[in-house]
């Protein structure tokens, strides 16, 4: 069945230093999702990728969908404490079935 | 609008208790589920609808039952807690298909003993 590896599973940085988080799947994607989950929250979305090679930012935040839509990645430039959290991906599938990554959990040194 | 409400935030039930974890929701979004969220297992899908009247298992359907007689409401019931169900249930919705921004409730965070 389809699969979402995300890496990797802990990031701890600095306060200024770059992020990077990666998902890998075992299938062709329709789109891929972000979410960010604050420690103690729930997740909330913060961005949907669907046309293969697409790059959005956010401010800080730059969302990759690969060419073969079957990766992606969410870099954050510059970490601010603010940005503690878990971020995860969710990969749309066949039927519109979605197959969560397992999150990243980025702590920040202030 | 209040997004998605889940009632209660916590509960501690005993083995073999039964009991329903409230989720609703005012956006008049067509899909709803659930989920369940445990250390180092990420988001695990118990149950969704695509609509009233609809609902269709999802990866760990076990243990666990759900009913969407309304657009709003979708609760989830449990029939006879185990400790294996202990973790921190979320419900969301979205407009139209899974594949919409998924809004999460606050969650709540099940302990059985």
Known sequence: ?110 | NAGVTQTPKFQVLKTGQSMTLQCAQDMNHEYMSWYRQDPGMGLRLIHYSVGAGITDQGEVPNGYNVSRSTTEDFPLRLLSAAPSQTSVYFCASSWGTSYNEQFFGPGTRLTVL
Not at chain 1, 59 to 87: C, M, P, W
């Open chain 1, 1 to 110: 069945g389809q699969q979402v590896m995300q890496i990797p599973q802990y990031q701890h940085v600095q306060e200024g230093e770059d992020f990077t988080t990666y998902c890998n799947s075992s299938t062709t994607l329709s789109n891929i999702q972000w979410y960010k989950q604050r420690p103690g929250g729930h997740p909330v979305f913060l961005i949907q990728l669907v046309k293969s090679g697409e790059v959005k930012k956010q401010k800080r935040l730059t969302f990759q969908f690969g060419e073969a839509k079957k990766n992606s990645s969410l870099h954050i430039t510059a970490t601010q404490t603010t940005d503690v959290g878990t971020y995860f991906c969710v990969g749309g599938g066949s039927n519109y079935k979605l197959t969560f990554g397992k999150g990243t959990l980025l702590t920040v040194n202030p």
